[in-house]
Nanobody
Framework: QVQLAESGGGLVQAGGSLRLSCAAS??????MGWYRQAPGKQRELVAT???????NYAASVKGRFTISRDNAKNTAYLQMNSLKPEDTAVYYC????????????WGQGTQVTVSS
């Protein structure tokens, strides 16, 4: 049974930092990462990282956010610096399995609020 446990969201002032964690269990995950969804908007990619360390960032967060991963712990981290009010959203952890077919698993979401 796959489980994703997120932590680290909260309220921060613009320019501040937060760190999100996502601990996954129940499978070997080819990639892990975060997506976010702001009110009235579609869910969008923030950052992903593969087991081999290949990383992809959304243009809007590149240079401010850093994703990392501990394969031994099946845990991914998102360090968010220089936060902006437009980063306010619910952040969802994603873990992807590729075994002949693609399976996506999602965390419950954690709120990140950046005040101006």
């Amino acid at each position: 049974q796959v489980q994703l446990a997120e932590s680290g969201g909260g309220l921060v002032q613009a320019g501040g930092s937060l760190r999100l964690s996502c601990a996954a269990s129940g499978s070997i995950f080819n990639s892990m990462g975060w997506y976010r969804q702001a009110p009235g908007k579609q869910r969008e990619l923030v950052a992903t990282i593969t087991r081999g360390g290949l990383i992809n960032y959304a243009a809007s967060v590149k240079g401010r956010f850093t994703i990392s991963r501990d394969n031994a712990k099946n845990t991914a981290y998102l360090q968010m610096n220089s936060l902006k009010p437009e980063d306010t959203a619910v952040y969802y952890c994603n873990a992807r399995v590729l075994t002949g077919r693609l399976l996506d698993y999602w965390g419950q979401g954690t709120q990140v609020t950046v005040s101006s």
